[in-house]
């Protein structure tokens, strides 16, 4: 008999069951994949559906990328972030829709932990900064994926955690057998991200697993900490995790450097707070 | 630093950060930090279509926002479950010092 694990593994391997992709990821996913697709023929594709074009330009400007510039071009989003992260936002801009409108909370936990990512990559001169911040923003996408896939097991979820001193994470490894991080490791897998995305979403709350992109998954393990530990947004459960000591040694923060870094994301999530205003405003307005 | 509706500005105001053009590709600036707001100043960001702004201290009490002693709570009430566990009582200790400074501008203004 199938495990509710496996069937759920399945589900998630399964792209005809996730909410419709627009068709163009097909072709941007083959072309991504072609070592002789210039970066223009994919500014071009991308370009050529102007709601996509708007979607990667309104991600790439929002606050936690953090261009002193406005980017106005696929064109210069592609150079700038890399055709990975371009092709990233792009596969998740469907399902990253959903979010924003009905996930508010988890959407701003989501934005809060990029833009913490990308201040903790500059003060440690990672390189692949944007790479890391966008692993960041889609750490928690699993969430979704239960969210709108299995929604009597959300509600069971919710209704455990809400009972007690349960993490989102334990409620969801009783009821599913398997957790966010790891079904968004495997929708990574089924949306052919690189696997410099994918272990950070997979790894994120237990980086000690993380072998090949030990840094960045340490990363976005803190990231999500200190987003939880601000109190900006709604990750399912008001619990700050514990930071694990591999994932701390390996970033080497002083008190000092981690006391500067806190600073810097509290005075930025006001303006992230502002952006999420906006795309909830500019969402009623739809109605 | 507080963010506030440009609705709620005022005279004497200080802006915290710079207020940058929201029509322009450069994302030019319109006025930089340290700024004090002037009624025609605040006409003029209102015409150019600017929402809110980030001023010094913590002038205005907005409806529904949380007091620093009710946002340490929340704080106290988040860490729980690693209250023993010397990192994140470090970690803590980092937001809490923060709040408190929060909550001297807050007082500061009152008085």
């Not at chain 1, 959407?107 to 692949?128: F, M």
């Not at chain 2, 105001?13 to 707001?37: F, H, N, Q, W, Y």
Request: charged share 25%; aromatic share 4%.
């Amino acid at each position: 008999m199938q495990t509710k694990r496996e069937e759920i593994n399945r589900m998630v391997q399964d792209v005809k069951s996730l909410p419709a992709l627009p068709g163009i990821v097909v072709k941007l996913r083959a072309l991504a994949e072609s070592d002789a697709a210039s970066l223009q023929i994919i500014a071009r594709l991308i370009s050529s559906d102007q709601i996509l074009s708007a979607k990667v330009l309104k991600l790439v400007n929002s606050p936690f990328y953090g261009f002193p510039g406005r980017v106005s071009t696929v064109s210069n989003a592609l150079i700038l972030l890399g055709v990975n992260v371009v092709k990233a936002l792009v596969l998740s801009s469907s399902i990253f829709d959903l979010m924003e409108e009905n996930v508010v909370g988890l959407w701003e936990h989501s934005l809060g932990a990029g833009v913490a990512a990308n201040i903790i990559t500059k003060r440690l001169a990672l390189p692949d900064g944007e790479e890391i911040s966008t692993a960041a923003l889609l750490h928690d996408i699993g969430k979704v994926i239960i969210k709108i896939k299995l929604k009597e097991e959300a509600e069971r979820i919710r209704l455990k955690v809400d009972g007690g001193e349960v993490s989102i994470r334990e409620a969801e490894k009783e009821v599913l057998d398997v957790d966010h991080a790891e079904i968004g490791g495997w929708l990574g897998k089924t949306w052919c991200l690189p696997e410099k995305l994918i272990e950070p979403i997979a790894c994120h709350h237990d980086p000690v697993r993380s072998v090949t992109y030990a840094d960045r998954t340490a990363v976005v393990h803190l990231s999500d900490i200190l987003i939880k530990a601000s109190g900006f947004g709604y990750s399912g459960d008001d619990l700050v995790p514990r930071i694990q000591e591999a994932a701390w040694k390996k970033l080497n923060l002083s008190d000092h450097v981690l006391r500067e870094i806190v600073d810097e994301i509290e005075d930025k999530l006001i303006e992230v707070k502002n952006f999420s205003l906006e795309i909830q405003s500019s969402h009623e307005g739809k109605v | 630093m507080q963010n506030i509706p440009l609705i709620l500005a005022a005279p004497g105001m200080t802006l915290a950060k710079a207020v940058m053009r929201p029509d322009s590709e450069s994302r030019m600036p319109i006025c930089g930090a340290g700024t004090a707001l002037t009624e025609l100043l605040i006409e003029r960001l209102d015409q150019m279509g600017i929402a809110s702004v980030l001023v010094e201290g913590h002038p205005v009490l907005i409806e529904g926002e949380k007091t620093p002693e009710a946002e340490i709570k929340a704080l106290d009430h988040r860490f729980r479950q690693v209250c023993e566990d010397p990192l994140m009582i470090r970690l803590k200790e980092i937001y809490k010092d923060r709040l408190i400074r929060l909550s001297e501008e807050w007082h500061a203004n009152e008085a």
